[in-house]
């Protein structure tokens, strides 16, 4: 085949292929809607074309399956019969057989021996009720066809787009790329220089070329409904196999993503919405008894957030069982006994993304939750993304997804360790901590010989870039105030100390020889302004290589800004929030805390001056917080010493647990808070207002040091104010 029949064909492939897309979502909108004459003719002008453009290759089975799919269509619009789940049935099956030949074709060039006798067979016994009219058809699709303004919206569709060979378009982003580095280059020496003359014309190279930049990265993005398009399908295909009645709805389809992400995601969709039909949605019968519709809903979301694509895939079903997850997991010894004891349910609901993990009872084609999910996991942090998942017991799930725009160009913060230059990925970036020289010792200590900073009333575990990455000093001396990078890494957040931090920049990422992709604590490097070549940081590895524990828990745990930082910079957090003393409302967080208990009164023991509590075969200190915080517990209602309980917030430090004693627990919430540190007192993170009212911030770790540090009498004092 000469070089322009093979273009040809490559053009007649790739147009059939989005005419089969076009029949497949109308033929699934038309079970619903069989009324809808427009989408008739969309669907009978898409498969014409197929039958008219395959008979110039002398392509004769395709063209057989393409009439008789052209003629069933045709009686369908002319309205002699009606369309039924068996004909919507085997015209799907037809889409799936014309694109198995034209799959056949571009592999082989030929249309391959499968045999589709079954399928001809019934095609040709629907249409047989009536005349065929061939000619008729013919005559009416090519008359469509051939007037380009009969079709107005697939015409301007055509005028507004371009079908790019892909890879011109890796070339076009290579050359982008070589073009901001020089930019880099040129700017960073005129501004070292006193040549007067190059300002302007160096000002000028660097607006085209973040216009060219800004282009380029444009042809790159496709509005998400490309990888949407198909998913009413396989709803219908998966809901039918599993007896069930499921309807999808798609919500912020136009936002846009860069192709290799929409590739990268399309697996892990697709998976998430197999599960949410095969084990979230419930059968109809118990659905209606439930009082829920017969027909179950499964909403693909998409939406622009904080520079990242946010893709929700929830259901309106039964949500994930919790008491299954922590059965299997615990007779999987998937979580270990003494942990699985102070996991939340949200907690547990992300034990589904651990390697192996399954609920699934019956070994099927559609796998059941859980199935796979570590897989999912692993696809999405693959592209820089994060994933995490919320349930509701009886009222469905839902499954987030966070991902980058693009991963060719991306903002990264250079930092510095031994002399030698590293690329941090923003999207990993939390905060910037500067700890000096003379305050080291009482932010930095050491928990099991890891160091930790004092940071957001909790601990954060620390790694030393040069440490880690086993770089020489090379003679060049370690500054003696901290430089301390915070990074997010999955779900878990440290601080990475390095030399120094030089500033922001964009990158351009280029991937790593096949010899070193093997270094999981590098993602790629990239090349500075001043021609030196710099490796870029993968955050999630690095973490593991480390040995920090990415566990799911941490996710919320995101810590405020500083003071004097934006409030909108500030990541959700869950508070428990208590009440102590007469009138005091405090918020504890959620990640500091064991478990909440209720104890009754008369189950309080004082053993030389202090209380305790005999509790899951062990004694459980109890100290109580009012008098440990300073506040007047006898001003305010005590537990009385019979007939009551006592309220305690079960937290652990250094494998020990204490048990903090408060006159209420209110309730549990997720918060956006911005405490100010300034003028807070000894065990208090800061103030903030929560739900409205003005609310103290306990520091946990520092409360716990007060109660080791308080002598028995004053603790027993506290713990009477509270117990």
């Known amino acids: 085949m000469g070089s322009m029949d093979e273009g040809i064909l490559q053009e007649f492939l790739a147009e059939s292929f989005e005419n089969l897309a076009q029949v497949e979502q109308d033929l699934v909108v038309l079970e619903r809607a069989p009324d809808d004459l427009e989408r008739l003719a969309n669907a009978f002008r898409a498969i014409h074309t197929v039958k008219g453009t395959c008979g110039f290759f002398g392509f004769s089975k395709l063209g057989t399956l393409a009439h008789l799919g052209e003629n069933l269509l045709g009686r369908l619009r002319a309205g002699e019969v009606a369309l039924t789940r068996e004909m919507a049935d085997a015209l799907l099956a037809l889409v799936d057989a014309v694109r198995l030949v034209l799959n056949r074709i571009a592999s082989e060039h030929e249309e391959g021996s499968d045999d589709f006798g079954p ?52 070339l076009l982003m290579n050359l982008v790329g070589e073009l901001v580095l020089a930019r880099n280059q040129l700017m960073q020496k005129v501004a070292s220089s006193e040549i007067a003359d190059l300002p302007g014309t160096t000002q000028r190279l660097n607006l085209i070329t973040t216009e060219l930049q800004e282009g380029i990265m444009k042809t790159r993005m496709q509005p998400i409904a490309s990888l949407c398009n198909k998913l009413p399908r396989l709803v219908r295909d998966v809901s039918t196999e599993c ?6 709805e798609l919500a912020g389809v136009d936002t846009e993503l860069d192709r290799t992400i929409i590739d990268s995601i399309r697996d892990p969709i697709t998976h998430l919405i197999r599960n949410a039909i095969d084990h979230g949605i419930e059968p109809p019968e118990t659905r209606v008894a439930r009082g829920k519709p017969r027909e179950g809903l499964v909403r693909i979301r998409a939406f ?24 299997k997991a615990l007779r999987e010894n998937l979580v270990p006994a003494e942990r699985a004891a102070r996991l939340t349910d949200r907690e547990w609901a992300q034990v589904v993304f651990l390697p192996g993990f399954s609920t699934a009872r019956v070994v099927s084609s ?20 994060a994933i995490d998942v919320d349930s509701k017991p009886g009222e469905g799930a839902t499954v987030r997804i966070r991902i980058p725009l693009t991963l060719a160009i991306v903002p990264a913060l250079i930092v510095r360790a031994a002399g030698e230059r590293y690329a941090i990925p923003q999207i990993n970036l939390i905060e910037l901590v500067r700890v000096e020289a003379d305050r080291a010792g009482g932010s930095i200590a050491a928990v099991h010989d890891t160091p930790v900073l004092r940071y957001r009333g909790g601990l954060l575990p620390l790694v030393d870039l040069r440490e880690t990455l086993g770089v020489p000093d090379r003679g060049v001396a370690r500054p003696a105030d901290r430089s301390i990078v915070v990074l997010h890494a999955d779900a878990a957040s440290f601080g990475l100390i390095v030399d120094a931090i030089d500033a922001s920049q964009e990158i351009v990422v280029k991937s790593l020889g096949e010899s070193l992709r093997a270094i999981t604590v590098f993602a790629g490097a990239t090349i500075l302004g001043d021609g030196t070549v710099s490796l870029i940081l993968d955050v999630p590895g690095l973490a593991r290589h480390a040995g920090i524990t990415l566990r799911p828990e941490r996710r919320e745990a995101a810590p405020e800004p500083v003071s004097g930082a934006p409030a909108a910079a500030a990541a959700p957090r869950t508070l428990i929030l208590c009440r102590v003393g007469s009138d005091w409302p405090i918020a504890i967080p959620q990640e500091s805390i064991v478990r909440l208990e209720e104890f009754p009164r008369g189950h309080v023991e004082r053993v030389g001056g202090r209380d305790f509590v005999q509790y899951r075969g062990g004694i459980l200190p109890l100290v109580g917080l009012a008098g440990l915080l300073g506040a007047d517990a006898g001003r305010g209602p005590r537990v009385p010493d019979a007939g009551s309980v006592a309220h305690v917030v079960v937290c652990e430090r250094s494998g020990r647990s204490v048990g903090l004693v408060v006159e209420e627990i209110a309730e549990i919430v997720d918060e956006r808070v911005a405490a100010r540190l300034d003028g807070a007192r000894r065990g208090l993170a800061g103030t903030a207002v929560v739900r409205g009212r003005v609310t103290d911030l306990v520091d946990v770790p520092e409360v716990l040091s007060m109660a080791g540090e308080t002598r028995p009498d004053a603790a027993t004092g506290g713990t009477e104010g509270g117990a």
């Open 243 to 248: 007896g069930k009645e499921v309807r999808l």
């Open 304 to 327: 622009h957030e904080g520079g990242k694509v946010n893709v929700e895939v929830s259901d309106d079903g039964a949500g994930f069982s919790i008491e299954r997850i922590r059965e």
């Open 119 to 170: 399928l001809i067979a019934t095609l040709s016994r629907l249409q047989s009720s009536g005349d065929e009219r061939d000619g008729g058809n013919d005559a009416t699709g090519e008359g469509v066809v051939a007037a380009p303004h009969a079709d107005a919206a697939g015409h301007a569709h055509a005028e507004g787009s371009i079908r790019v060979d892909v890879q011109l378009l890796d």
């Open 366 to 385: 559609v796998s059941g939750r859980g199935v796979g999910m570590d897989v999912v996991k692993t696809n999405v942090e693959r592209i820089g993304g």
